[in-house]
T-cell receptor
Framework: GNSVTQMEGPVTLSEEAFLTINCTYTATGYPSLFWYVQYPGEGLQLLLKATKADDKGSNKGFEATYRKETTSFHLEKGSVQVSDSAVYFCALRQNSGGSNYKLTFGKGTLLTVNP | NAGVTQTPKFQVLKTGQSMTLQCAQDMNHEYMSWYRQDPGMGLRLIHYSVGAGITDQGEVPNGYNVSRSTTEDFPLRLLSAAPSQTSVYFC?????????????FGPGTRLLVL
């Protein structure tokens, strides 16, 4: 079945540091890949997505590139801010019948950015 | 658009009680789903629906019922609450089921079962 593995946190950085959160996946066929962000006490918001190999998703200074050869979708940001402190979830979605309309999530990575 | 709304935001139940978690969306989305979020486990799919009158089970359906009488609403029912159902519950929706379509999440319902 499908699965998503992302680096375990927590990750603590200073403001303006470079961020990488690793995400790899296992799936048959061609899934779409997503990064969601969850701020404290809130629901999940889509951060970015990529729907085919070599696509780059980007939003709010965050980027991730869909690498089919390495089955990866690593999240990066060049200079984090305190306001980026949140839990980040990598996820995939794939249609192959049955319950595979769902999103398959990684376990989440808690990011804390200190001033 | 209000997007995906959920009520209540927080609920405390005693073991054996029943309750319904409400979910509504105003985006005319066909696909709706319920997830539970537990520490260290990410989000797991409970039930989903691909349209009014059509529902199916996800990964962890035991102890939960759903129905979809309208496109807008997708309530989740706990028939006899158990402490293992203490969790944060999220409703999500998307226009369809294609992989590239974004699922939009509600703000969540935090449930504590004593």
């Amino acid at each position: 079945g499908n699965s998503v593995t992302q680096m375990e946190g927590p990750v603590t950085l200073s403001e303006e540091a470079f961020l990488t959160i690793n995400c790899t996946y296992t799936a048959t066929g061609y899934p779409s890949l997503f990064w969601y962000v969850q701020y404290p006490g809130e629901g999940l918001q889509l951060l970015l997505k990529a729907t085919k190999a070599d696509d780059k998703g980007s939003n709010k200074g965050f980027e991730a590139t869909y690498r089919k050869e390495t089955t990866s979708f690593h999240l990066e940001k060049g200079s984090v801010q305190v306001s980026d402190s949140a839990v980040y979830f990598c996820a995939l979605r794939q249609n192959s019948g049955g319950s595979n309309y769902k999103l398959t999530f990684g376990k989440g990575t808690l990011l804390t950015v200190n001033p | 658009n209000a997007g995906v709304t959920q009520t209540p935001k927080f609920q405390v139940l005693k073991t054996g009680q029943s309750m319904t978690l409400q979910c509504a969306q105003d985006m005319n989305h066909e696909y709706m789903s319920w997830y539970r979020q537990d520490p260290g486990m990410g989000l797991r799919l409970i039930h989903y629906s691909v349209g009014a009158g059509i529902t199916d089970q996800g990964e962890v359906p035991n102890g939960y019922n759903v129905s979809r009488s309208t496109t807008e609403d997708f309530p989740l029912r706990l028939l006899s609450a158990a402490p293992s159902q203490t969790s944060v519950y999220f409703c999500a929706s998307s226009y369809g089921t294609r992989p590239q379509e974004t699922q939009y999440f509600g703000p969540g319902t935090r449930l504590l079962v004593l």
